[in-house]
Structure formats: C-alpha cells, structure tokens
C-alpha cells in the first residue's frame, strides 16, 4: 500500500506531545476500567463482591470458578460450546458466501448487477429490530425455531461482508490475472478457487473476524429463536443467569466470572490477530 | 397456510445450498413423538423447576413405553411467548410449565389443551382451592405442580435483639415499621409491593377480584376497593421513608438482607429456598410466622405457584396425564421434586411429605417451620386469573416506581392499571362490563 | 460456446447462496411482517374464545403511530441518542487524529485498549458497567464514600440515561476510531507537507485538511452509529435486572419484543417493525447519498 506513510519521517525533530499522550491513555483507561474490575470482581466471593472496596482482590477466585462449572451440570461450557458453534461456523460460511458473491460483483460485468448491488447494500441498511420478530415466526412455521439453524442459518447472510469482500477483490485481485487465467483454459469455478481466493484471503480474514464477533456479541438473534438453555450461546446464558424468572435470586458472582470468560477468548483473538486486521477495508480507503 | 408452503421450499433451498459441508451440529426440530400404540411414546416436557430432568429420569427408567425427554426452558417469562409461536406453527412440547396467572391467556391464545375428561385421575389429590387454579371458564386447563402461599418471613435474632413483636395485623406491621426506625434508624421492617405480584397476593384475603367473567364477558376490578385499601395501606410507609423500596432480587436488596438492613420479606413459600443464596451470612437467623392479617381473616394469598399443561399439539394426552399424575401427586413423583427440585408441592400428599423434611437453611433454627408453612397453604384465598395478566404487571411494576419517584397517588397507578388491562381486551375482542 | 456464455451464467452461481440466504432471511421476513403487520388475533367471542387471525387493514398502523408508550419509547431513543451518538464520534474523531500525530507516546498501547470494549459482548458491557453503577460496588461512589461526599445515583430516572449512553460510547469509540484512523493512514503524507512548510499547526491541518478529506469515513460511522442506536436492546435490558428506572418500554424495541412475546400482540409488534425499518431506511439513504457522492463514483 502505497498510501501509508513510512513512520519516522516526520516524527523527527518534533516535540514529545505530552497533551496529546495524556488524553489517548486517559481513553485507554477508560476502556479499561471495567476490564480491571471484572478482572478483580471475579476473585471476590458472594459476601465480599457487595462488601469490599472496588478493585480489591477477594479469596472466591477458584471457587467461583468451581461453581461457575458445576452450575447446571456444566451448563455454562455447553453454552461456551455453543458460542464457538454459532461465531465459528456462521462466521466460515459467512465468509465464503460473501468471498463468492463479492467476487462475482467485482470481476463480471453482467445484467441486473448494479440492481444486486443496491439491494445488498439496502440489505446492510435493514435494522435487525425488524427482522427478528418476523423472522421467529417464519421459523416457527418451518419448526425451525429452538434449533441451531435458527441461530446459524441467519447469521450466515451478512451483506456488509459482501461489500467488504467486493471491494477487497476490485483492489487486490487484478483483472488481468483473472482473464489471464481463463486465457489459460481454466473454468469460472477453477479460476476463482485457485487464482482468485489466494489472493483474497487476507480480506477475508477481516471479513470473518468481524462476522465472528458480530455473531459471539449477538444477543437478540439466540435470545428471540431460542428456548432450550441448553443451545444458548454465553450471551443469552449470561443473560439468564441474571434474570431466572419468579422466585430465583439473579447469581451475580457466577454472571461476573462467566462475563470475565466470555471475554477472554475475545480479547485474546483480537491482540494475537490484530496485524491480520484489515479494518482499512470498512473505511473504503483500500483504494491505492 | 398456503404462504407456509413457499416459504419452506424456499428455505430448505436456501439451507441446503447454505450448509454443504457442514454436518456437525445437528438440530433437533423433530418432535419425535410418532408413536401409535405399538412403539414407545416420547413426551417433551418444557419446565425450568431445578432438578426435574432427574426426578424425571426415575419414571423413565420404570416406563420405557413413555420416554419424558425434559427441556430446560429459559425463564416463566421468555418461556410462553416461545411456546406459543411453536405451538401455532405445529410444533413445541406435550407439555409445559405454567404459572398459575399465565394459564388463562394459553387457553386463549388455543395452546392448553382442555383436560376435562381426565380431570379425574388428579382432582382428588388436590385442595378445591388449588384445583380453581387450573380451572379456566368450564375447563380444567394443567395439572398443579407447586403452590405458594404467602407467608411472614423475619429475622428471628434481630426481633429479639431490638425488642420486636411479630406483627398479626396490618396495623400492627405499620407501627411496627415506626418502630424499627426507632430503634434500628438505618433497618427497615421490610419493603413495599413494587411488583404486581405480591401487591395481588395483598388483596387477595380482602377478596378482591381482580378478573371475573359473567357469562360472556370479563369484569376487571383491578382498581376495586380492596385494592385501594391497600395501596393506602402502603403509600404512606413509603412517603415516610418507613419501608424500603429497593426492588427484591436486586444486587442492592440481596446486600440490605444480607446485612441485617431488612427485618422481614412477605413472600411465598419459596422465599426461604430463594433467600439463602443472597443471604447466605443470616443462614439460621430467619423464621416465618403466618402473614399479618387485616380484619383478623384467616385465609392467604398467593405469589406465585405453577402447574403443567398439556399442548394441543400432543399426539399422546392420556400419557401426558400419566406421567404428570405421577409426578406431581405420586409419592416417588413429589418427593423427587422435593428433595432435588425444593419444590413447594401442590397435592395434598406432596404437602404431608414436606413435614418429614428438613428445615431450609436460612430458617434452620424454627421447629415448626413446615407447621407454619403447611397452616398457610391449607387456607388459601380463591383467585382468578384474565387472558392478560401480564399486562397488569407490567403497567403496574412501571408505574409504581415512577408514582413513588414523584410521590403521586397510588390509586392513580391502580386506575391506569385498571385502564390498561380493560383497553387490551378490548382490542383483543373481548368484551368487558 | 463456452467463453461468451460462461461469464453470464457464472457470475449468478456464485452469487446464488447470498441471494438465496438473503432472500430467506430478509426479503421473506420482511413480507412476513408487512402480512402480520395487516391483520390481527381478535377473540371470536365469549369469555374464553380463542384467537383468529382477521384482516384488519392499516389498523395497527394507526394504533401504533398513536401509541403514546410506543412514541414515549421513541423519544426516550432520541434523548439516548443525542447523547451516545455525537460523543462517541466526537471521541472516536479526536483519538484517531491524536493517534495520527506524529510524535505520539503509547499510540500502540492506546489503539489497541481503547478497540479492546469492541470485543466486548453487549450484555458484558451492561454488566460490567451495571456493577460499575450499583451503589455498593461502584468505585466512584466508594471514592466519594471515603472522602465523605454524597454518593451519586446512576440508575436514577434522570442519569440513566447518561449512564445508558456511557455503555454505548465505551462500546462504540474503539470500533469507529480504527476505521477513522485507518482512513487518516491512507491520506497520503504529502498532502500536508505543503501545508507544514506554510506554517500550519498540527490544528490547523486537522481541522482544514484532514476532517475534510475523513468525511466519507465518519458518514460511514455515523451511519453504523444511528443502526445500532436504533436497534439498543441488550443493554437496557440487562441492566433493567438492577434498576427501576428502565420500564418494560423503554426503548422501541424492547416494546415491541414484549408486545411480540409477552402480551401476545404480534400484529401490532410487526407493524412497529415496520415503521422503524421505513424509519431507518429513510435515514440511511440520506446518508448513503451523501457517502454515496464522495466514495463510489470513482470505483470504475
């Protein structure tokens, strides 16, 4: 990428910013604040979370763990289980339905193109508000909904992804290589597998990363399709854990450590990934 | 539904192109339950009672023609919206449970399947008193699974510490409040009725009818005089900062029972099992005495409870009834759901069973314990329940908190209350007098 | 044959799996809930009767654009909203420029903490902050406790909302900043030598040079902004667990899952789906317009 400047060039000879500096670590720290607490939080007992200072650290760190395992008869690792089902599959399927279709949109010049383009786009603009309710009762009548399709199958189509996908190809997979390889004899799908894919796949890494987060954060989607506890995924679950209806306290030390688990894959999949990171791809400033 | 028609082609379709190469996560949309005579039947059971996957595996394990295949289902709120729309759509569970206040609007919303003709296999276990709880219009609609009479919960060891008398009377229980502030000024003697369900199971000894039908309509007397002897009751405790209005199962109220702030709770039967886990420093320190009455009536309301209905969906009632006469009236059946689910039973049987339990945790200390409870349960104030029970909740909870907030009358809340629940059956089709 | 034709058939073989999947889990849904949106569960009579679906025309319509919980909900949005949106923008804009500077200490460290709340679900974050709320585990009210102020109430009816906004600014800045400030990478560096060599000042640039050429992006995020606004669930929801101020209508959309789910009024749920899809749909095409004018043009 042509456009990004070399570092150093005109950090020399500048003032250090101190202002400047300050205020970046004060967001920092305020990002970080309720990781910190969560972090602490976890290790305080049921008596201690409601009694000693905040960010202080507690003696309950293995036993709320302990607890947080044997609730339920594991209940809360089946919903683990089931987060990794939802965002790993979903976010893989995802990701090669939008590899394919952005291909499609950015390497042919056909009929009625423009008009797929402008109804996927519209497509990202439709609020989930309005599709989940009309959604459960579609799949109820299918006898989909409380099944895992009901989660997966939506959370498949992310036309955001297609878009993201399209422009990655228009920059980085070059006409000329992709007729060069039809020159050569190679069939559409051959093409697109061997010569085309290869070259997408960090593109599409952004595109899955993004879609997995999106399906492990998603909340409404499980919550609305979802009736057994034990498909829930750690979001929905969580949820429960607080609210369990008439005549059951919310389990608040079991709720803060699963939330502090719930995160760490995460956090752990965006530090070790983040060079894989492509997000100059959502600000549409790839071209260069 | 020709409509339905398209759509599943159109989704099988799309899902077949979707998941090639996926197989590893199998749904499980099939209902399962094809059995004619010959085959073993299997029943699927929505309940989210602790434990009951292993009370149920005991009938399992002695009926291998009926297989009961528990579905832990997420809480009684979330749980009837999702039975209802798989139900309609053909699908869903034999059987659910219910609270008692959801039943009506499952019969009409077409999903409880009338049990009338087998109304006799487990009408005689129970009290006439519960039976009417099951009973919509001229049908019997579930099987009673627990109950939960309100009871006077209170911290023993404070009482005597600070010198208390266990109210028997409403009046009592208002000069008592001043009275803890007198001696204890940062202790409350409990809290006010902030959810509908308890300020429902206050009314309900006055005689108050919140829903009644003559005939062919429905008559709603939310806002009715017995009512509105109670929100009067409250109001000025609250105004006078004499009662906490911290809602319960707060972090904060779990903190102020925890800690000695709160003296006492009002609460059904469940409340000791339920106490304990926010509570676990007082373990032993609590009692329960029978609820303050208000002209010196005997009988209790209730808050909460609930009981097993059987979908219209069901291809196998009769086994449905089996197996929920069994376990909720059967002593193998009740004594599983006591001693692993903590169960509160319904049945007569189930009830004489608790006597020979042990006192829960939190009220470790109190003899008679289950005398007290049982006492409770066998005098308990008829109710009848609307098709939009929670409608009233839900308006009530909202606006009580907002009527204390700006120290608005109580009695408007119950008019807007009233207004809501007659507006939404009105619109529902129903006429109201 | 082959070469003329393939490129006309192929290109819709790779699209069909998105445009089935879109078509059934968009396209349909939204029919769906036009027809739902139509007609209504009317009681056939007496006391007991059961529901049946009757037409009823624009009815719901009507009713729900005359609901006074659903518009109060709207307008509780709205307060959120005007809160939430300008401030996480506003903070995502400065730290992308501050990150931008040269000569920036930690910008590694900064980048990557202030983009660590993205990969944060909702309900964790309202968690978190609920707690962070809560009077008896609130750090900031143990600070005032130990120097003897009076404890701030964050759950109260008038700071809930502030205390809503805060967990969707937490949850927002990070996401915006990253694509914010990979646009600012791609502006190429000579840009703003001429303006260096003129003597301008770091603001100056920013403000002339650099806001000016990042308005695509922050269309882009404003856009993303306004969905998820509109679409705020999950965190009311969880924290309605801790705090009497948040009713069962809050926000649209939680009124509309309890119309759909508890009080069984799915008609009238689909026609309020509807009016804040057209809602929204009509803001995103401004916006798209606007995005629209500055970044596709150029793409051929």
């Known amino acids: 990428m042509s456009a990004v400047r070399a570092a150093g060039v005109r950090r020399t000879a500048r003032p250090s910013r101190v202002g400047p500096t300050a205020v970046l670590l004060l967001g920092a720290l305020y990002a970080l604040v309720p990781i910190v607490w969560v972090l602490t939080a976890a290790t305080k007992s049921r008596g201690e979370l409601f009694s000693t200072a905040p960010f202080a650290l507690g003696t309950g760190f293995v036993q709320n763990l302990v607890d947080l395992s044997t609730y339920d008869g594991g209940q809360y690792w089946t919903w683990a289980l089931n987060s990794l089902v939802f965002a790993g599959g979903g976010a893989l399927l995802s990701t090669a339905v939008s590899a394919s279709a952005g291909y499609a949109l950015a390497r042919y010049q056909f009929r009625g193109r423009d008009a797929v383009f402008m109804l996927l786009l519209a497509g990202v603009m439709i609020p989930q508000i ?148 492509r997000l100059d791809l959502i600000s549409g400033s790839l071209k260069g | 539904m020709k409509n339905a028609q398209r759509f599943r082609v159109a989704a099988v379709a799309a899902a077949a192109v979707a998941t090639l190469g996926l197989s590893g996560c199998a749904g499980s949309s099939e209902s399962a339950d094809e059995g004619t005579s010959a085959g073993p039947v299997t029943l699927e059971y929505w309940s989210w009672a602790t434990n009951v996957d292993q009370v149920v595996e005991g009938w399992n394990q002695e009926h291998p023609d009926i297989q009961v295949k528990v579905v832990e289902a997420a809480g009684a709120d979330d749980m009837v919206a999702k039975l209802l729309a798989s139900v309609r759509a053909g699908e869903g569970p034999d059987m659910a449970q219910a609270e008692f206040q959801k039943l009506p609007s499952l019969v009409v919303s077409d999903v409880a399947l009338d049990l009338s003709t087998y109304a006799d296999q487990f009408s005689g276990e129970y009290s006439k008193g519960t039976m009417s709880l099951v009973t919509v219009g001229d049908g019997v609609f579930a099987v009673p699974q627990d109950v939960a009479p309100m009871v006077f919960m209170y911290r023993r060891d404070l009482f005597e510490q600070y010198g208390l008398q266990v109210p028997t009377t409403w009046d009592e229980y208002a ?107 007082t373990a032993g320190a609590w009692a329960i005495a029978p609820m303050p009455s208000w002209d010196g009536e005997s009988q209790v309301g209730l808050m909460g409870g609930s009981s097993v209905m059987v979908t219209k969906n069901s291809d196998h009632p009769q086994e449905a009834v089996e197996f ?110 | 044959m082959s070469r003329q034709l393939r490129p006309r058939i192929a290109p819709w073989g790779f699209l069909a799996p998105a445009l089935a999947l879109f078509v059934t889990f968009l396209l349909i849904p939204i029919g769906y809930a036009i027809y739902l949106s139509v007609v209504q569960l009317k009681v056939d009579g007496g006391a007991f009767g059961i529901r049946r679906k009757v037409f009823v025309g624009l009815d719901n319509y009507v009713a729900t654009l005359t609901n006074p919980e659903l518009l109060a909900s709207l307008g509780r949005l709205a307060k959120f909203g005007l ?128 806001i000016p050429l990042l ?61 804040m899809a057209l809602g929204t749909l009509l803001i995103s095409l401004v916006l798209l317009r606007l995005l629209q004018r500055r970044t596709f043009e150029d793409e051929r």
């Not at chain 2, 309900?204 to 017995?226: F, H, K, R, Y």
């Not at chain 3, 500077?101 to 909702?122: D, E, Q």
């Not at chain 3, 509109?230 to 009713?247: C, D, G, K, V």
Request: charged share 15%.
């Open chain 1, 130 to 277: 309005a599709l989940a309710v009309p959604q459960y009762f579609l799949a109820s009548e299918l006898g989909l909904a409380n099944t895992y399709w009901s989660v997966l199958l939506p959370s498949i189509i992310n036309p955001f992804g297609i878009y993201l996908a399209c422009i990655y190809v228009r920059s980085s997979v070059p006409e000329e290589t992709v007729e060069a390889a039809r020159i050569d004899g190679a069939s559409e799908l051959r093409t697109f597998r061997s010569v085309a894919l290869p070259m997408m796949v960090p593109g599409l890494v952004t595109v899955f990363m993004l879609q997995f987060v999106g399906i492990w954060n998603n909340f409404l989607l499980p919550f609305i399709m979802l009736s057994d506890e034990s498909k829930f995924p750690l979001t929905t679950g969580l949820y429960l854990m607080l609210n369990r209806g008439t005549g059951t306290p919310a389990l608040y030390s079991l709720a803060i450590m699963g939330a502090l688990l719930a995160i760490v894959p995460l956090v752990a999949l965006m530090l070790f990934l983040q060079r894989y990171w």
């Open chain 2, 175 to 281: 000069a008592l409040a001043k009275q803890v502030k007198e001696v204890a000024p940062t202790a409350f003697l409990g809290g006010y009725p902030d959810d509908a369900s308890t300020f429902a199971a206050y009314t309900q000894p006055l005689g108050a009818t919140w829903w009644s039908t003559g005939g062919e309509s429905w008559n709603v007397g939310i806002d009715g005089p017995e009512s509105q002897r109670v929100a009067k009751f409250w109001q000025p405790l609250v105004e006078d900062g004499l009662v906490d209005t911290t809602h319960f199962f707060t972090p904060e109220w779990g903190t102020k029972m925890n800690d000695g702030t709160l003296l006492s709770w009002t609460v059904g039967t469940w409340g000791p099992g339920a106490a304990i886990s926010v509570a676990p420093d």
């Open chain 2, 324 to 433: 929920l006469t069994w376990l909720n009236t059967s002593s193998a059946g009740t004594a599983g759901m006591i001693e692993k689910g903590g169960l509160f039973p319904a049945s007569t049987l189930g009830q004489e069973a608790l006597a020979e339990q042990p006192v829960p945790e939190i009220v470790s200390g109190q003899d008679d314990f289950w005398e007290v409870a049982l006492t409770a349960a066998k005098d308990t104030a008829p109710v009848t329940w609307g098709p939009n029970v929670q409608v009233a909740f839900d308006t009530w909870g909202d606006a009580i908190k907002q009527a204390s907030a700006a120290r608005t009358s109580y009695l408007d809340v119950l008019t807007a209350t009233q207004d809501a629940v007659v507006a939404d059956l009105e619109k529902s089709g129903f006429s109201v007098d």
């Open chain 3, 83 to 210: 809160v939430s949106v300008p401030l996480t923008l506003g903070l995502a804009l400065v730290f992308a420029l501050l990150l931008d500077l040269p000569g920036i200490r930690f910008g590694r460290l900064s980048r990557t903490a202030i983009f660590l709340p993205y990969a944060v679900p909702g309900v964790v974050g309202a968690l978190l902050w609920g707690f962070m709320y809560l009077p008896s585990t609130s750090p900031v009210n143990f600070a005032l406790r130990t120097v003897g102020l009076p404890a701030v109430d964050f759950l109260g009816p008038g700071s809930i909302y502030g205390s809503l906004a805060n967990i969707a600014i937490w949850g927002g800045v990070g996401f915006n900043m990253i694509v914010i400030y990979t646009a600012l990478r791609s502006i190429p560096a000579e840009i703003y030598d001429a303006a260096h060599i003129d003597g301008a000042t770091e603001w100056q640039v920013a403000w002339r040079i650099k």
């Open chain 3, 215 to 275: 308005t695509p992006a922050l269309v882009l995020t404003l856009l993303f902004s306004l969905i998820a606004t509109l679409q705020a669930y999950s965190e009311p929801t969880t924290l309605r667990s801790i705090s009497s101020s948040i009713s069962y209508s809050f926000f649209p959309l939680m009124k509309i899952y309890r119309d759909a789910f508890g009080t069984d009024d799915v008609s009238g749920a689909a026609a309020a789906s509807v009016v």
